[in-house]
């Protein structure tokens, strides 16, 4: 192999790995949404680091996978089940090495009686890093949509 064909080769092999860690990202952020729906504290906690931070409306702080994972356990969350669905997204990703973004919208939806309906909307930004081989998500700041902070949050970077 030539030196063209090397760098032709280690370029493809850059924009496949940046491919692979965006698919990844992506997968990771959806299946919050999988976990908390399907009653799966361990599995939506593991979804996240160790020393992670979640960020709710300014208003509800989480810190750490046990937090989490007792936020799925909570009552709150166990009134909605299993008539919740999370549906994550869409999200404009980017990834940076070993550090991503993950911008989107998370829409709750819940039947009651009968009929299914918005139980909450909100834009999300997610940060996640890659560590001990996989991405895990360790800050999530959510914002009610509606919100002047909802639209400050859309707005950050990487």
């Given at each position: 192999m030539d030196a063209d064909d090397r760098a032709l080769f280690d370029r493809l092999s850059q924009r496949v790995q940046a491919l692979e860690d965006e698919r990844a990202v992506h997968n990771t952020v959806t299946r919050y949404g999988?976990?908390?729906d399907s009653d799966d504290p361990d599995g939506t906690a593991n979804l996240y680091a160790e020393d992670c931070v979640l960020d709710i409306d300014n208003v509800t702080f989480m810190h750490g996978r046990?937090?989490?994972r007792e936020m799925v356990k909570g009552e709150l969350h166990q009134a909605i089940l299993p008539n919740c669905a999370h549906l994550m997204g869409p999200f404009a990703i980017?990834?940076?090495g070993d550090r991503a973004v993950a911008t989107g919208y998370?829409?709750?939806y819940v039947?009651?009686?009968g009929e299914t309906r918005i139980w909450r909307q909100a834009f999300g930004r997610w940060q996640l890093e890659r560590r001990d081989g996989r991405w895990q998500i360790v800050r999530r700041t959510s914002r009610a949509v509606g919100t002047v902070d909802a639209q400050r949050l859309i707005n950050q970077g990487l």
């Amino acid at each position: 192999m030539d030196a063209d064909d090397r760098a032709l080769f280690d370029r493809l092999s850059q924009r496949v790995q940046a491919l692979e860690d965006e698919r990844a990202v992506h997968n990771t952020v959806t299946r919050y949404g999988f976990g908390v729906d399907s009653d799966d504290p361990d599995g939506t906690a593991n979804l996240y680091a160790e020393d992670c931070v979640l960020d709710i409306d300014n208003v509800t702080f989480m810190h750490g996978r046990d937090q989490v994972r007792e936020m799925v356990k909570g009552e709150l969350h166990q009134a909605i089940l299993p008539n919740c669905a999370h549906l994550m997204g869409p999200f404009a990703i980017e990834v940076d090495g070993d550090r991503a973004v993950a911008t989107g919208y998370a829409t709750v939806y819940v039947r009651h009686e009968g009929e299914t309906r918005i139980w909450r909307q909100a834009f999300g930004r997610w940060q996640l890093e890659r560590r001990d081989g996989r991405w895990q998500i360790v800050r999530r700041t959510s914002r009610a949509v509606g919100t002047v902070d909802a639209q400050r949050l859309i707005n950050q970077g990487l």
